[in-house]
Structure formats: structure tokens, C-alpha cells
């Protein structure tokens, strides 16, 4: 008896733990794995579980100690954990709850590495909380880059580094998902950045290829197009026409009789327009006869001629009158024909109207009165009504009942039934069950496949992110629908999805101007126009006057007026903005931004024009910064810290470019209030949005470092840093602002190979994101070449500085041009490298190099006519011709050395002292 209960208590305690294992694995916690992520969905309530980041643990916090219990059990006992770690994104779980509830109880996730970016929103429809785990990956183009580099020689690595002085970033921020709800009942959602992916798995990764940015530098913001409902055709024009369509006003036999003749004259009276008497003559009928069998006839005559008169003076009064006569009319009428004529006019009304609780209760009552009198086709139209009806207010379960109806399935074929259930679903904002009933049901689908379903299915699967099947199924629509008004949104979806997969940017524009071109509908036609600028003005990297002529697509004309609706202000407030940042013009940007409702937008759209807020002016303060004006670069971060900075974790070159102009102005209070408030702005999360500057990732302590690292640079205590660098070094090799810290040092204490070693290990390891600012790379060059030309290497001299001019020679002539530019100190490493090449050139004795001598000293004399190194440039010139046998050129240029008082007496000596060996080899010969 014993073993029984035993066994007994073993079956229920399995069956309960299996009831129990389902239940959570499938409501509570979920982990699904993609190619591009993974995911991790919780069935909670919203603000239940928060998620931070701090380098590279992930802490999913709660108050909810039931809930935090519960998930620790459930990630244990349910393999949660072992799935997770199972994905290579996390590589440990703990779980901590010992503060609680001072600070809330967390489950700490260990990601594999730092390049993983954690993004989390809230599906309110499913009461799902969603985290997923995007590892920041490069397609193989730029892995090989990156082998390459390591393999080039020394040359053109400095070639590859020295364009990138003013060179825009690639970034690797993204931006979640937000949801607005839209007045009629449309919902719509506003997807930026990143997570417009949703559950995709087809996206390629989004990089740049080098002459555009991605997709989220440009018209970074989609929405949900409405669903298309099933047509029912009108049969009518209601504009002209009345129920007689489907009633005639009939003649009576004069003949049969008195009433005969008085109805007779009502109905000629009707026909006459003359209303007035009609009316009157049916309240003679009324008070002679009574209520007999006609008193409906003359009553819809009344209701008829209202209705004729409203429509004829544009006077809605007469005509609700009207309706609410045929309303009653059809309650209490026994004129079976009347009552069916009413119905069907006034289901058309109440469609027009979009009164679909009205044209459902109209509907059910033709398909009673058409059932039960066996009336088929009315039967059916009756039934396409109710459903539609349904449809559109959202009833998807009624629909469902109402589709599996067999006398409905009879009336109404497979995919009709299917296109509504579809319509319901996506209209509810439930894209998943759309695609689930069509592939249910698509194989019973008669060809054509309805206009509807295939725009409606199209979207669903956009929704979804599933972009190729989208793709496919709106280019069908295109094919077969092409003169149907919607098929400009089908166009739309398909250049946008092209957008989103990375297609070619000439390719994007010509999909974009095929929209524009080919749309009838004004709404398209705009949305396509701000695209189209997007991909043109805002990612393109280099601006020609011939790509501004479209500027002129964001003007909007008075059809376009009409239709411009809240996501697409906000689309062409986005690019705008945008294309002001792209073309740096950053004060017209920040007068833009000044002049956008910020305060009145919802969090996450307010956050991501912040963010491109701080942006703006961390171009303005970089500006500051290179031409030396640091007062302008505090007063900018005073004044637009709360606005801007304060809202995002704030980037590592903002934190430099402020803390090195506050050291520049002696200010050491701002500079502690400065490092105090980025100690506070860590704890933020990260950007998540487009990163227009070089934004290179550190850390506070990294921050602070550097900070200090400027303050001995600005007092020259070279051997300080020299000092401090090693130690940290030791402990950090990989960090390559160090390398270039210590090359400085190193060349400053005249440790030149060290200096060389250092840069070099820096130049190797360092990618377009290398945190130097523009005066960081200025000094980079001059030491970079003045230690290997004073280390005695001449060959490696010639071929580094060879490197270096060839790149910065287009930027220094550019700067020389600009007689209005108030810093040159580009132009003067330029100068030192160009003359030391020259002396190098000289040095090196090969008769090869004595044009390139002449081409460079030219070079010299037309940029810098006042140089100090103008006398011995002259000088070697003047040897280089004498030994290409241009003899008499060459003495013209040293007794010109002569007699020039500007020139130093040693050069004015070493030229007396050739034209005296000239002279003798003259006499000798």
C-alpha cells in the first residue's frame, strides 16, 4: 500500500513538474538564437525587469524579489542558462540579491566580449519585455582590410593614416524600437536605427562602403502602412443616387379605385419635385384612410424626396432625417421588398461612412430576410458585409467563428474568408497570425491572389522584418496590380527593404526615383522624395553641387501639404537635420534643432534628436578646439550640457576636446566639475543612434588618464610621462592612445628608434577610429618623420615622407587657398617634411631622384615664398642642376644666394665656395 501511494505521489509529481516546465518555458522565459542575435523574452508587466550595461556584464534588474526568485530558479532548473551560454554571446550567469531591497536583485550576464550591443523594448500587444544580443560584426571585405593592413609595408600604412585627419567615422550605435498609436484606430510604429530589424534574420551587416553610410545615417525612420481591407464594390453612386435603385417609386391603377388615384397623385406629385404638396396630399391620404398597407409607401416617398432635396443643396440635415425614416422603415415594414431595398442602400450608407456597427446590424438583418426567402446572391452580399464589418472593428475571434461558419464557407470562397481573417490580424497589429492563416490557406487560393492579401501579407512579413519574402510577395503585387493606387506603397516597401538590405546606393536612388516618378498618390510620392534625399545628401560622404540640386525634394507643394502627416514631419525634421551634419554645417544645424518640438516628442524620439544634438555641437566645439579658440569650446559645453550631453554617455573625444581646453585656459576647477559630471554620465546607457564624429568607446579611467596625460604634455614634463606611460603600458599594450603618448615622450627625450618603434605600433594597430584630434595628428606626422630622419635612416625617411606629402598635399594647398583660415599649422609640418625630404633626396646621391628634387623645391617656393628654408632649398637646387649639366642655371641661382641679404651667411659662403670650384674646373679644362 505504501509503494502505491508512493508511485502515485511520483506519477503527480512528475506530471506537475512536466505542467510546470511547460508553462514557464513557454510564458515566462524564452530564449530563441537568430543568425544576426539571440533573444531572451520575458512574459512580465512593463518596468518589471530594467537592463544596463557596464563594460561587459548585462544586469537585468528588478524590485520584484517573487519575480527575481522565480527567474533564478527558472533559468537554472529549465537549462535557461545552459541555452544562453550557448549562444557564444554569454559566457557566465550569477545571481545576486544580497542588497535588495536598498538595490534592486540582478542577474548578471558575463558577454563574451565588448563588441556585443544589448537592445531591449517592450511589445505592449504580446506583454512580452524583449533583450537582445547583437555581436557588432564586419563583413569579409573589411576583415581583409584589416589582414591586409597588417601586411603593408611602412609606406602605405602612413599613406592609409595620414587621410584621416578630417575624415567622417563609421559607427556601430544602434536605436530601439518605439510605438505610436495614430488617431482611426491605425496603429502605427516608428522604428530607429536598429531595431526597425525586428525578429529579421536576413539583414547583411550594415557597414560603409567607403562613399555612403548605412541606412541609419539617413531617413532612419519607418512606419507600419495601413492594411487593406477586401473591396466591396459600389454599386451606387450615393453622390446622385437613392434607394429607388433598388425600390422604384411604382405607379397604381387609376382604375381599381379612389385610394388607387390619391396614391397615384402622391407618386406623380413625388416624380414633379413638388414636394411640398406631396407631403400634403400624403397627410390627406393619412387622416382619410388611416394606417393601411400603404402607409410605408408614402412614408418612404417623404424620406425619398428629403433625401433628393438634401443631395441636390449639399445639406446633410435632410439627409440624416432620411436615414434615420428608412431606419425605422426597415424596423416595422412587412413590404418584404422595401425592407431589402432599405438595407442594401443602407449598408452602402454606413460603409461610406465608415459606420461599421450600424452596417454589420444592417447586415445580419438582409442575411436573415435573404435567407429565409432563399435570395443567394443577397444571402452572399449580406455575409461579405457582416465580415467586413467585423473586420474593421477588430473582431478577430468573431471572425474566425464567423469564417468557419459552413453555409459562410459556402457562400464566400477560401481565400475571401482567408483575406479578412488576414486584413483583422494585421490591422490588430498581429503580423505573425496574417502569415500564419495565408500560409495556412494559400494553397486553396485561386489565382489571381486578391490585391489585398498580397499587399496586406507583403507588410506583414515587412512588419516582421522578413525583407526578401516581403520583397517577393509586393513585387507580384506590382506585376499583376500596377494601376491600383496602393501599388506606389508596394514600390515604396520595396526600395525601402533594398534600403534596409544594403543595396547599392545607385541602385537605392533609382529604385527611390522610380517611386516618384510612377506615384499618383502624394503621400508616396513625398516619402520616396525625403528618401531619396537621405541616401543622396545625408550618407553620401562627398557632396557635389550636383547632388544639392535635390535639396529642392524637400520642398513640399500644396498636394503635398495635404498629406504630410506626424512620422513624415518628423522624417523630413531627421534628414534635414542630418544633411546639415553631413555637410558640417553645424551652426545651421543647431538653429534647426533649436527650432524642433523636443519638448513635446515622446522619450525615445526626443533622445535620438539629443543625441544628434550633442553631435552638432561637439562639431561646433571641434572647430573651436583646431583653431585654438578653447574659451568657445567650455562656453558651448556650459551652455548645452543639460540640453544635450547630459542625455547620453558622453563620447570619448567630447571628454578630451573639453578637458584639454580647460587645461589650455588654466581653468582646474572646470576641469574637476568637468570630470566629476562624467563620472555621473557613465552610468547612462550608451548612445544608440548615429555617431557623426570619431566617437571611439573608453571608459571614465581611460578619460581621466588621458586628461592627465595632456596636463604633462602642456607643461612639457616629458619625462613624467615618459614614466607613467611605461607602467601602463605594462599592464595595458593594447591601448593604442598609449603608444602614441610615449612615442611623443620617447621623441621628446631623444630616444628616437623608441619614438619610431612606438608610432609605428601605433600606426599598424589603429583604424579610422584612432582618437587623435586634428592637431593630435599634425604633431603625429612632424615627430613621426623627425625621429627617422634623425635616427640616421635615410631610405626609410625618403619613403615614409614620400607617403606623408603625397597625402597631405591636396589638404595643405586647400588650407593655402583659404586666405580667411586663422590656423596653418598643417602647413607647417607640411613645410618641415617637404624640406627635410628634400635634403634627404639629396643625401641619398641617386641621379633618379634630381627632378623629384627640383618638382619638390618648386612645390616649396609657391606655398611657402618666405620659408626659412628657402636659402639652402635654393642652394640644393642649384646642385642639382649644375650636376644635371644645367650649369648656367645653376650659377645664375648661387649668385643670386650671393647677393641676397636675407640669406644666412653660411649658405651665402657655401655658394662662393662652389662658384670658386666651378671656376677652377672651368680653368682646368
Known amino acids: 500500500m505504501k509503494l502505491r501511494l508512493i508511485f502515485y505521489a511520483f506519477v503527480l509529481l512528475c506530471i506537475n513538474l512536466c505542467l510546470y516546465t511547460s508553462v514557464v518555458a513557454e510564458e515566462l522565459v524564452l530564449f530563441e538564437s537568430f543568425k544576426t542575435h539571440s533573444r531572451l523574452i520575458f512574459d512580465v508587466s512593463r518596468g518589471q525587469i530594467v537592463v544596463n550595461k557596464k563594460a561587459q556584464d548585462v544586469y537585468l534588474e528588478t524590485l520584484d524579489k517573487q519575480l527575481f526568485d522565480d527567474l533564478k530558479n527558472y533559468f537554472e532548473i529549465f537549462k535557461i542558462a545552459e541555452k544562453i551560454k550557448s549562444g557564444k554571446t554569454v559566457t557566465k550567469i550569477s545571481y545576486t540579491s544580497d542588497d535588495y531591497p536598498e538595490k534592486p536583485a540582478r542577474i548578471v550576464l558575463g558577454l563574451a566580449n565588448t563588441e556585443i550591443d544589448i537592445f531591449s523594448f517592450y511589445k505592449e500587444s504580446e506583454r512580452k519585455f524583449i533583450v537582445d544580443f547583437w555581436e557588432k560584426r564586419k563583413d569579409e571585405s573589411s ?49 530607429v536605427e536598429k531595431e526597425m530589424l525586428r525578429e529579421n534574420t536576413e539583414v547583411s551587416s550594415l557597414e560603409e562602403n567607403g562613399e555612403y553610410r548605412d541606412f541609419r545615417y539617413g531617413a532612419a525612420l519607418i512606419w507600419d502602412y495601413r ?75 417623404q424620406a425619398t424626396a428629403l433625401l433628393k432635396s438634401s443631395l441636390e443643396k449639399r445639406d446633410l440635415g435632410p439627409q440624416r432625417m432620411a436615414i434615420a425614416i428608412y431606419s425605422d422603415l426597415v424596423e416595422r415594414t412587412q413590404d418584404h421588398d422595401l425592407k431589402n431595398g432599405l438595407l442594401q442602400y443602407l449598408i452602402y450608407m454606413m460603409l461610406k461612412q465608415n459606420d461599421y456597427i450600424r452596417s454589420l446590424n444592417y447586415a445580419k438583418k438582409l442575411f436573415v430576410e435573404a435567407k429565409s426567402n432563399f435570395e443567394d446572391e443577397l444571402e452572399e452580399f449580406a455575409s461579405r458585409v457582416i465580415i467586413h464589418s467585423l473586420s474593421k472593428l477588430g473582431q478577430i475571434e468573431k471572425v474566425k467563428e464567423f469564417a468557419a461558419d459552413k453555409s459562410i464557407k459556402v457562400l464566400l470562397n477560401t481565400q475571401l474568408l482567408s483575406a479578412y481573417e488576414i486584413y483583422t490580424h494585421l490591422f490588430m497589429d498581429k503580423p ?40 517577393e510577395i509586393f513585387a507580384q503585387l506590382v506585376k499583376e496590380y500596377s494601376h491600383k493606387t496602393f501599388a ?53 560622404i562627398n ?3 550636383e547632388d544639392r540640386d535635390y535639396y529642392a525634394f524637400l520642398e513640399r507643394g500644396i498636394d503635398e501639404d495635404k498629406v504630410f502627416d506626424p512620422p513624415m514631419r518628423k522624417l523630413l525634421w531627421l534628414v534635414r537635420l542630418r544633411t546639415f551634419i553631413n555637410e558640417k554645417n553645424y551652426e545651421d544645424a543647431l538653429t534647426y534643432i533649436h527650432s524642433l518640438p523636443l519638448i513635446a516628442m515622446n522619450p525615445l524620439e526626443k533622445r535620438m534628436f539629443e543625441g544628434d544634438g550633442a553631435e552638432i555641437v561637439h562639431g561646433i566645439m571641434k572647430k573651436n578646439f583646431d583653431n585654438g579658440e578653447y574659451g568657445e569650446v567650455i562656453r558651448y559645453w556650459e551652455k548645452y550640457y543639460e540640453m544635450f550631453f547630459n542625455k547620453v554617455v558622453l563620447s570619448y573625444n567630447v571628454g578630451i576636446i573639453v578637458g584639454h581646453a580647460y587645461i589650455k585656459m588654466g581653468l582646474e576647477q572646470g576641469l574637476e566639475r568637468m570630470i566629476v559630471e562624467l563620472k555621473k554620465n557613465s552610468e547612462r546607457p550608451k548612445r544608440s543612434y548615429p555617431l557623426w564624429i570619431n566617437a571611439s568607446e573608453s571608459n571614465i579611467k581611460e578619460i581621466i588618464e588621458e586628461i592627465d596625460a595632456i596636463k604633462l604634455i602642456e607643461t612639457n614634463k616629458w619625462e613624467s610621462l615618459y614614466s607613467n606611460n611605461t607602467k601602463k603600458l605594462l599592464d595595458n599594450p593594447g591601448q593604442l592612445k598609449l603608444h602614441f603618448y610615449q612615442g611623443m615622450a620617447a621623441y621628446k ?29 599634425i604633431n603625429f606626422f612632424g615627430m613621426y618623420t623627425e625621429a627617422i630622419y634623425k635616427n640616421g635612416d635615410n631610405d626609410k625617411f625618403i619613403k615614409s615622407s614620400s607617403a606623408i606629402l603625397s597625402d ?18 598643417l602647413g607647417r609640418i607640411y613645410e618641415r617634411i617637404l624640406y627635410l625630404s628634400i635634403e634627404a633626396l639629396y643625401a641619398d646621391g641617386n641621379n633618379k631622384n634630381l627632378e623629384e628634387i627640383i618638382n619638390r623645391a618648386s612645390i ?41 641679404d636675407n640669406v644666412p651667411k653660411y649658405i651665402q659662403e657655401l655658394a662662393k665656395s662652389e662658384l670658386s670650384t666651378l671656376k677652377l674646373m672651368q680653368q682646368k679644362l
Open 808 to 825: 597631405l598635399g591636396p589638404k595643405v594647398a586647400a588650407v593655402r587657398e583659404n586666405k580667411n583660415n586663422k590656423s596653418d599649422d
Open 432 to 471: 505573425k497570425e496574417a502569415v500564419e492563416v495565408f500560409e495556412k490557406n494559400r494553397a486553396n487560393f485561386n489565382r489571381p491572389i486578391l490585391d489585398s492579401v498580397l499587399f496586406n501579407i507583403g507588410e506583414a512579413y515587412f512588419r516582421l522584418g522578413h525583407y526578401r519574402k516581403s520583397q
Open 543 to 545: 557632396i557635389t553641387n
Open 143 to 191: 576583415k581583409n582590410h584589416r589582414n591586409e593592413l597588417a601586411r603593408k609595408t611602412e609606406v602605405e600604412v602612413i599613406r592609409t593614416v595620414a587621410s584621416v585627419d578630417l575624415k567622417k567615422e563609421k559607427i556601430k550605435e544602434v536605436k530601439e524600437v518605439k510605438e505610436v498609436k495614430e488617431g482611426g484606430g491605425e496603429k502605427k510604429e516608428l522604428l
Open 749 to 777: 627625450l631623444s630616444k628616437h628608434e623608441e619614438a619610431i618603434r612606438h608610432f609605428e605600433e601605433y600606426l599598424l594597430k589603429s583604424d579610422a577610429q584612432n582618437g587623435l584630434t586634428r592637431q593630435e595628428m
Open 860 to 900: 616649396l617656393n609657391k606655398y611657402y615664398a618666405k620659408s626659412q628654408y628657402k636659402g639652402r632649398v635654393d642652394y640644393v637646387v642649384a646642385l642639382v642642376k649644375i650636376k644635371k649639366q644645367e650649369q648656367k642655371e645653376g650659377v645664375e641661382i648661387l649668385e643670386r644666394l650671393i647677393k641676397d
Open 488 to 540: 506606389a506603397y508596394a514600390r515604396m516597401r520595396i526600395a525601402l527593404m533594398a534600403d534596409l538590405l544594403g543595396d547599392p546606393p545607385e541602385k537605392l536612388m533609382n529604385e527611390y526615383k522610380q517611386v516618384i516618378d510612377l506615384a499618383v498618390d502624394a503621400k508616396i510620392k513625398y516619402e520616396a522624395k525625403i528618401r531619396y534625399v537621405g541616401v543622396r545628401l545625408a550618407r553620401k
Open 227 to 301: 492594411a487593406i481591407i477586401p473591396e466591396i464594390k459600389e454599386e451606387i453612386n450615393l453622390e446622385s443616387k437613392t434607394p429607388e435603385v433598388y425600390y422604384p417609386v411604382k405607379k397604381f391603377d387609376v382604375d381599381k379605385g379612389e385610394k388607387e388615384t390619391h396614391l397615384q397623385l402622391n407618386v406623380n406629385l413625388f416624380h414633379q419635385k413638388k414636394w411640398g404638396l406631396m407631403n400634403k396630399s400624403i397627410e390627406l391620404y393619412q387622416k382619410k384612410y388611416g394606417k393601411d398597407v400603404y402607409s410605408d409607401f408614402n412614408r418612404y416617398m
